[in-house]
């Protein structure tokens, strides 16, 4: 590969080389476009690795992602851009926590559906998200794993045995819905900016 043009390289082995020459003057401060587009789920993770490293090691780093668990996963402070305008910031914790508590979702057999979400709605208090396709019954709860309790003895009392339950913290594709009224699509973008973390992620 050394001898090759770089024209013929994979977008992946581009990335790496993008990276590699950027560290060259070990720059204290770093900006990654996309770096982990094109690479495959393995690359992706060695590349978090290393900006990982990078950013113990005292470098800020700012980098634009279309990959909002990237952007979880890295991210000290996060800005959510749409339509190329700021519409939240924040740490991680602090964007999700604009959405509000825990999810309860639970998945049952089709003819159990009207029950389910009727326990559902009548545990968390307000009228759960239904989608008939997935069989599946949502609704923001806020006593958590109280909830979730009080929901499977009520499915059991009605003799229901959900295919799938579960209490889900807010993800950043939430926010995203949230925020924006749309699913996190193509054109977001979220840039993340980096700090020193002491190791801590």
């Known amino acids: ?12 082995m581009r990335r ?10 070990k720059p204290k401060v770093l900006f990654l476009d996309e770096p982990t ?16 490293e990078l950013v113990k090691g005292g470098v800020t780093l700012l980098l634009t992602t279309q990959y909002l668990e990237e952007a979880d996963q890295l991210a000290d402070s996060i800005a959510v851009i749409d339509t190329g305008k700021v519409i939240a910031r924040g ?5 999700k926590r604009q959405v509000g508590g825990e999810r309860l979702e639970v998945i049952v057999e089709s003819a159990q559906l ?3 979400i009727e326990i559902v709605k009548s545990v968390a208090g307000v009228e759960p998200t239904v989608d008939q396709g997935l069989r599946k019954v949502s609704a923001a709860v806020n006593t958590g794993s109280t909830a979730l309790i009080q929901v499977l003895r009520n499915l059991d009392d009605a003799q229901i045995h959900p295919l799938d339950i579960a209490l889900k913290r807010p993800s950043l594709d939430d926010v995203f ?13 979220i840039d993340v900016k980096a700090k020193k973390r002491g190791g801590k992620k």
């Open 16 to 25: 790496r080389l993008d990276l590699a020459a950027s560290l060259i003057i």
């Open 37 to 52: 587009t094109g690479l495959d789920p393995r690359g992706r993770q060695e590349m978090w690795g290393v900006i990982d």
């Open 177 to 189: 819905l949230s925020l924006t009224g749309h699913a996190a699509e193509e054109k977001k973008e």
């Open 114 to 116: 009207t029950q389910a």
């Open 91 to 95: 740490t991680s914790d602090e964007l």
């Open 1 to 12: 590969a050394a001898k090759r043009p770089i024209k013929t390289y994979s977008g992946g």
